[in-house]
């Protein structure tokens, strides 16, 4: 843990679709070795971070087996890293595989100056997300009482459109209602999010929106129908200031690394 007047780095991952073995593929590539090619790509660039947030559809089926093998992957990284499901996630197998040890499914926590809130956007058997009353409710409650502190809230699914009708229409479904609770917490600063295999940055009453592509395939951007995009594997660098700034950074990863 560091004080709370230093700034820190920290890295997103998301949309790993680790699947129960490597002859399983998925978007027509090995998306474990695509994994462990960004992970290898952060170590050089950005290492340590104070901890690493991987943002759902961590796994391609919600298997115990698969998050085995991506618990292999990400726990001798030696930094904690906090998880959130996403539609191709099973949201119990998930947390009770990373019950104990470095990958952990929290709700929230501090780090140095800044807080982090981590959403559970799933609606079971369906690819679009929503977050329930109780999940709004419970949203209020751990913002509640930390107006002073900065804060970054993530989830998997998009909470606004992208300009891209197959995407957009398993988005959040009620963004809307999200941002009613957002606007009664200053602190908060950012909304991240993965889902969409591509990049995307906003802006909404001073809040920015952060959407980051997979570290396994893209999609092409602004399309009506899905196609994949030929952009390389991704992950996101985040440094967070104590004032509450922050910066962010895409970091593509591409074949030869
Ligand atoms: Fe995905």
Request: hydrophobic fraction near 40%; glycine fraction near 8%; charge should be negative.
């Amino acid at each position: 843990m560091i004080s709370s007047d230093e700034s820190f780095r920290v890295i997103q991952v998301t949309d790993c679709h680790i699947t129960e073995r490597a002859e399983v593929r998925v978007f027509d590539m090995d998306s474990h070795a695509s994994l462990v090619r960004v992970l290898r790509a952060a170590k050089r660039r950005d290492w340590p971070p104070a901890f690493l947030l991987a943002t759902g559809d961590l796994v391609e089926t919600g298997s115990e087996c698969a998050y085995r093998r991506l618990r292999r992957l990400l726990e001798p990284l030696g930094v904690p890293v906090y998880c959130l499901p996403g539609n191709h996630d099973d949201p119990d197998i998930m947390s009770n595989s990373f019950a104990s040890g470095s990958v952990r499914t929290v709700r929230a926590f501090g780090f140095g100056a800044w807080r982090f809130v981590l959403l559970d956007s799933v609606v079971p058997g369906v690819h679009g997300g929503h977050l329930d009353d109780g999940a709004l409710d419970e949203l209020d409650g751990l913002l509640g009482g930390h107006e002073e502190v900065p804060t970054l809230v993530a989830l998997h699914h998009h909470p606004v459109a992208i300009q891209s009708a197959w995407m957009d229409a398993m988005g959040l479904d009620n963004g809307d209602d999200l941002f009613a609770r957002l606007d009664r917490h200053p602190q908060v600063k950012a909304v991240l999010w993965g889902h969409t295999h591509q990049p995307f940055e906003g802006e909404r009453r001073g809040v920015r929106l952060i959407g980051s592509p997979s570290t396994c395939r893209q999609f092409l951007r602004l399309r009506d129908e899905p196609a994949f995009s030929d952009e390389p594997p991704a992950y996101r660098r985040l440094l967070f200031h104590p004032d509450g700034r922050f910066e962010t950074e895409l970091c593509w990863v591409d074949a030869a690394e």
